[in-house]
């Protein structure tokens, strides 16, 4: 499956910003999906993965209450909506998919999913 990330940007604390990852090639609704992100200097960080259906959800400790993940598998799109950003969310965010016969929304660590989109800029500045 090929990702395509877009709708980083530069924005100012406490803005909102909506990312999106459009997959192409394979059936969407059989990868469960998630985010990453990689400021410079620090290792990719798990930020929040969705089951395949959509049912199920889980987000790094930080980013609850702020970051939403969705999916509409009729796009073969997923979301992340993020909120009341700080300039500690300024990175690299990336896509990333791995098929997944169970419904569930446990795969946060990078070493478990197979594609990954090309990443696209978040800057917050304070």
């Known amino acids: 499956v090929q990702l395509q990330a877009s709708g980083g940007g530069s924005v100012q604390a406490g803005d909102s910003l909506s990312l999106s990852c459009a997959a192409s090639?394979?059936?969407?609704?059989?990868?469960?999906m998630a985010w990453f992100r990689q400021a410079p200097g620090k290792e990719r960080e798990f930020v929040a993965c969705?089951?395949?259906?959509?049912?199920?959800?889980h987000y790094a400790d930080s980013m609850k209450g702020r970051f939403t993940i969705n999916r509409d598998n009729a796009k073969d799109t997923v979301y992340l909506q993020m909120n009341s950003l700080k300039p500690e969310d300024t990175a690299v965010y990336y896509c990333?998919?791995?098929?997944?016969?169970?419904?569930?929304?446990?795969?946060?660590?990078?070493?478990?999913?197979?594609?990954w989109g090309q990443g696209t800029q978040v800057t917050v500045s304070s």
């Open positions: 090639g394979r059936t969407f609704k059989n990868y469960a």
């Open positions: 969705i089951s395949w259906s959509g049912a199920n959800t």
């Open positions: 990333a998919a791995r098929e997944a016969f169970l419904d569930v929304a446990s795969y946060d660590r990078s070493v478990y999913y197979d594609y």
